[in-house]
């Protein structure tokens, strides 16, 4: 008999070729005839063999590709009608054993289809059938018991054939209804096959590599991650795949794109039709012609009659762009909205379905805009739009009013919690849209060039000095509202762009000044700045800000007229109690870092204690190690005049603290109270303390006698978790007001994993399930309880082997002592390990399955944060910090607190659930990635420095 096998490999698909074919004339129907029918636009090896045939496939990209696979088949149906069976193979599919006629289908079956390998545990209601009715593959919740995967299928040739027509012609409907099958063909496989009788291949014909299912290995599917993965495989960017796959969502919201017209007649078909070759169809668009006096309703009509998805409007008479485009949007019906100028087009096929996946996976942004090429006259294309990106931390679109460029997408329940766009603005009122959504969501950049916009001389702000001067005089106008609603609305807010607005409006009048003549320019500056800032109220930090302005026309003379230019560094007394390897000096170095790169901050160092930071410390700045060994005659000198509590190396450090003049005192940790209080006492400037202990570890460093003097002098605290805040409340009386909460977050430096350590190394098993623990000896982290939860899990009778690493510490401590023999009496010794503190513990963290925060109170463990960065699971108990309030309930488990038979259940759960481990390790790493970064968290404190360095002065 004649065995037809269709093979698709378009593009770099072809590199899965070789493999396919050796693998099918070695173990695939060898009892019969087998002709290639492979579908390519490249070139593949025939390896000589006549009965390879390759018919030219053009490229259409994802997903059409496998979308219209059966269209594709039918252009070589009469040579597919000579076959007996015809059998479809995905393109990375490999045969591993012989195959016979066990696949070909019985007297009875129409059709043989293959169960899916991700859905033969599954019930019934965890299928991804088609579910939107208007779809000629939806499935009723009533039908359907077996789950179908799309990579292999076949029949006898009457019978494929049949389904080819059928489902090419169902997916043409849909098309043309403007909607794409969840998941393409195989969702259309999936309803064809409802009523008729098939053979169900296992999950066996389909075996993903590296996969763990209960079936022998017939066939397997590659790992296309191997092979450079879907951006490679489709030519495309690694942003642009890991956006593209629109398919896998559910969810396809209705796009609408605004046109708002005005003489476009020889543009609007690029424009138009760059939206009709969009490979996502469920979109609108809104075009209003703004009485024309050329061609253009005529073009927009013709179009508007051949696609319904195009809705028509018109001004009687011109009322102008900001008037128009509010009109479209209130005619618009979609979810997602973006302004497409009649003059622009997109430029990807895919634009419309990465912005449609952008805003789904990035629900708290109001605003998604793209990368843009800029064209000439002809859209051939000159360069990709340099000033566009992602703005900074802390960043608003005030200050980078460069950055948002086209495609701006914005969702229409962002736009609806504004008050819209002003209809009266005249220019710029594409960033008027943008300031307002700026206030009621977050923004985000994609680095893909999307838009291709046009240069035009026609343009509203390109052309003339004129044009431009009245382009940036409406951007100033729309800048000055922003702030003032800002003001009105959120003083806080204001504070921070304060310095933009006064440094916008002085902007506006240089620019003026500059377009009208360059004659006596540095006279006119000055003039200008002088009569500007006398009747403004200008703090320090505001006039270096418009002094920096200012230089960078590269007028420095003439600020040397008038004012005082020499404003000192804003400076800072950082105090900590050592530079250890541990929580607080790693989180306070990488506070430090930050604060150096910010411009104009001078930072002193006073550490209590030296340690395995402390060059990274004096690399900051001027440090000072208090516990340092005195020299020879400072020691003699201390001596004769009795100088105990304080040496004369201290005292000399002390003195200089006096003329210092240090606008904030900064203490890191509760450790470090006695030496803020001293120097609090010396020098008049505001003291805040970062503060990471809870309970215990306060008592411990608050004495009796230094408890209430130092909260009689600490002006602000700040706290890296809501459960530190409420601590300092309820039980040390500190006012919710004086208590900033910023949560705790990575250091500079993400963990490096060097691989260098292996479980091997330390004899656990490659299949041992590892429980990781990390901290010291100390009492509130629980170190002696390591052996009771050991015992309880091994206890359970399991084919899994179970290890426990404790990092941190150090073996000479009493309390490591008593727990080695806590172990050798419950037996648990050989399965327990220690590793002393290390510098980079991070490659012993990667070993890890699951992390265990054992600490009877912590306010915000890095070393958490460094597992959940390394896709570990967190387990920790309550009421012992702020931990609960990273772990919620998709990042790990809380169980009661000290409650070890709950731990040791969650544990062996764990372990019997490795899909679990893996599910809550990918909600830890992408919480923490996003969230819990010093991008976040260091702002915030700098601003509360600057709020009390200004209200000092």
Sequence with gaps: MKIGILYICTGNYTIFWDRFYQSSEKFLLKEHEKHYFVFTNGEINKHNNPLVKTIFQQKYGWPFDTLYRFKFFLEAEDDLKKMDYLFFFNANLVIMEPIGDEILPGEQDELVVTQHPGFFSKKRKEFTYETRKQSKAYIPPEKGSVYIAGGLNGGKTNQYLQMAHALSGDIDDDYRNNIVAIWHDESHINRYIIDRQVKILSPAYLYPEGGDIPFEKKIIILDKTHFGGHEKLRNMSKLKAEYLEIGNEKQQPLFSLL?????????????????????????????????????????????????????????????????????????????????????????????????????????????????????????????????????GNGDFLITRDNSISHFATFKRSSYDRTEGINPEVKNSVDHENYFRLEEVGQQKFLDIPLYNYRVNT????????????????????????????RMKANATLYMKNRTVYHRDMLYYRLWVERKKSYRNMCYKLLSITMEYLRNEKIDRFLFREIRKFLCSFRQKNVLKIGFKTSIPALKILFIGHESSLTG??????????????????????????????????????????????????????????????????????????????????????????????????????????????????????????????????????????????????????????????????????????????????????????????????????????????????????????????????????????????????????????????????????????????????????????????????????????????????????????????????????????????????????????????????????????????????
């Excluded at 061609?295 to 508007?304: P, Y």
């Excluded at 622009?344 to 952008?358: Q, R």
């Excluded at 000095?465 to 106008?477: F, G, N, P, S, V």
């Excluded at 172990?823 to 963290?845: C, H, S």
Aim: aromatic share 12%.
């Design 584 to 953: 607080a000096p790693v989180i306070g170095l990488s506070l430090l870092k930050w604060l150096r790169n910010q411009w104009n901050i001078r930072i002193d160092i006073l550490l209590q204690d030296g340690g395995p930071l402390l060059y990274q410390y004096e690399q900051i700045g001027p440090t000072f190690v208090w516990k340092k060994r005195q020299k020879f005659l400072d020691r003699k000198i201390s001596k004769l005049f009795h100088l105990k509590e304080i040496n004369l190396r201290q005292r000399r450090f002390l003195k200089k603290c006096r003329w210092a003049r240090y606008d904030i005192i900064f203490a890191n940790s509760v450790a470090s109270s006695w030496h803020a209080y001293k120097v609090k006492n010396m020098i008049d400037a505001p003291l805040i303390m970062w503060v990471h202990e809870l309970t215990q570890a306060i008592n411990l460093h608050w004495k009796p006698d230094l408890k209430e003097k130092f909260m009689a002098v600490c002006d602000h605290y700040i706290v890296v978790s809501a459960f530190a805040g409420q601590n300092l409340t309820q039980n040390f009386g500190i006012h919710p007001d004086k208590i900033l909460l910023t949560y705790g977050f990575l250091p500079d430096t993400l963990p490096k994993i060097r691989n260098e350590i292996f479980r091997k190394d330390l004899a656990i098993p490659d299949n041992a399930f590892l429980t990781g623990f990390s901290g010291t000896s100390y009492w509130w982290k629980s170190f002696e309880l390591l052996p009771l939860l050991a015992k309880k899990v091994l206890n359970k009778n399991s084919q899994i082997e179970y290890y426990f690493l404790w990092i941190g510490g150090n073996k000479k401590d009493k309390e490591y002592m008593q727990m080695v023999s806590d172990a050798q009496k419950l037996g648990v010794a050989d399965r327990i390990y220690f590793v002393e503190t290390v510098p980079d513990p991070e490659q012993y963290f990667d070993m890890f399955d699951v992390f265990v925060m054992m600490s009877r109170e912590d306010t915000f463990p890095l070393v958490c944060l460094e597992n959940a960065y390394l896709g570990k699971p967190i387990l920790c108990f309550e009421q012992s910090g702020g931990m609960p309030e990273f772990v919620e309930e998709d990042a790990g488990f809380i169980v009661p607190f000290l409650d070890l038979d709950k731990m040791a259940e969650k544990l062996i759960y764990l372990s019997e659930n490795r899909d679990t481990v893996k599910r809550l390790g990918m909600n830890a790493q992408k919480k923490v990635k996003q969230q819990f970064n010093i991008e976040i968290s260091a702002p915030k404190i700098l601003d509360l420095i600057r709020y009390y360095s200004n209200k000092n002065r």
């Design 458 to 485: 026609h343009s509203m702000s390109v052309g003339t000095h004129e044009k431009e001067i009245d382009a940036y005089d409406w951007h100033c106008r729309i800048s000055v509202d922003a702030i003032r609603r």
């Design 259 to 391: 046109m708002a017209n005005y003489n476009n007649a020889k543009y609007l078909p690029d424009a138009i039709g760059s939206v009709l070759s969009q490979h996502y169809l469920h979109w609108e668009i809104i075009l209003i012609d703004d009485a024309s006096t050329d061609d253009s309703l005529a073009v927009i009509e013709s179009f508007a009659s051949q696609d319904s998805r195009i809705k028509v409007f018109k001004n009687e008479t011109n009322r102008g762009y900001a008037k128009t485009l509010v009109r479209c949007i209130q005619n618009a019906g979609g979810e997602i909205l973006a302004t497409l100028d009649p003059d622009d087009t997109l430029a990807d096929p895919d634009a419309l379905s990465i912005m449609v996946n952008a805003h789904i996976r990035h629900p708290e942004c109001s605003l998604i805009y793209s990368s843009m090429f800029v064209c000439d006259e002809f859209l051939n294309k000159q360069h990709i739009y340099e000033w566009s990106g992602m703005m």
